[in-house]
């Protein structure tokens, strides 16, 4: 199912996509501004880009080359302000005690989607927690210090050179707000209320609209039943496998907002109709 390629070619074109849209909102807001909500709207897509990107390389999927594959990682989640040797270690955590209570992504579906931002804390907690006994080798333990090292020397040559407000305003802020936008496609919407199971654990949301703009992580299922299939392939497998999921009782729905059914309420919805 992989490309046999050194690399993921869709992949890093979303890599330099994210680099180029952050680099080109900050020229124009400095050289021709456009309205502020304008600016933060469009980092707030680049930043949006960055979870696909680490993600892939955390699953091996950004290339073939391990070297490549973590730099593709290192880069995807630098803007994210996220070490990625920490984000590798709990997603497949997270992969491996899929919905039970010691599952890292337990913090973000154990109650109503609007308080999430409430439970951040909680989640620096647990992290905190969980790394008693670091699982990480020294060369990722110093990797991981460089997002940390860049927020220090991006803010600081902000601060020196007097745009420190600008930094924040398209920076920072547009991180919250697609951090929220990632919780809810990626953390939430695709496992809340679901049992700690391989096959009903995880949702399918078939909304064709929604695809594009969530880059495929709306059918998260296909995701965590074959993590080494690369992100745009999902909607594919998806059709193809369409009645051996129905079979293993994959819950899928077809509508975004509302009560989430269970897979039991599903298969009686006939939702995955041949």
Request: proline share 10%.
């Amino acid at each position: 199912m992989k490309d046999r390629t050194p690399v993921d070619a869709r992949t890093c074109a979303l890599l330099v996509a994210m680099y180029a849209l952050l680099i080109a909102n900050f020229t124009v807001f400095w050289t021709a501004p456009l309205p502020l909500p304008v600016h933060v709207l469009v980092s707030a897509l680049a930043i949006h880009l960055s979870f696909t990107v680490w993600h892939e390389a955390v699953h091996r999927n950004a290339s073939r080359v391990p070297a490549i594959n973590d730099a593709v990682g290192i880069l995807g989640a630098l803007p994210y302000m996220a070490p990625y040797y920490i984000e590798k270690w709990f997603h497949l955590q997270h992969h491996a005690l899929l919905n039970r209570p010691d599952d890292p992504n337990r913090i973000y579906t154990d109650g109503p989607f609007w308080t999430v931002p409430l439970r951040y804390p909680r989640v620096l907690r647990y992290a905190r927690g969980r790394m008693v006994d670091d699982p990480r080798q020294p060369r990722e333990k110093l990797l991981d210090r460089l997002p940390v090292l860049a927020a220090i020397a991006v803010y600081g040559a902000a601060w020196w050179a007097g745009v420190l407000l600008d930094v924040l305003l398209l920076w920072l802020v547009p991180l919250a707000l697609s951090k929220l936008v990632m919780d809810w496609y990626i953390n939430y919407l695709p496992h809340v209320g679901l049992p700690p199971e391989r096959f009903g654990g995880t949702r399918i949301v078939d909304v064709p609209w929604l695809t594009p703009l969530v880059l495929c992580h709306n059918y998260h299922a296909i995701h965590h039943l074959w993590p080494n299939l690369p992100w745009y392939r999902y909607p594919a497998v998806f059709r193809e496998k369409r009645e051996w999921l129905r079979e293993r009782g994959v819950p899928v729905e077809r509508r975004l907002l509302g009560v989430r059914l269970q897979p039991h309420e599903l298969a009686r919805q006939d939702s995955l109709p041949g």
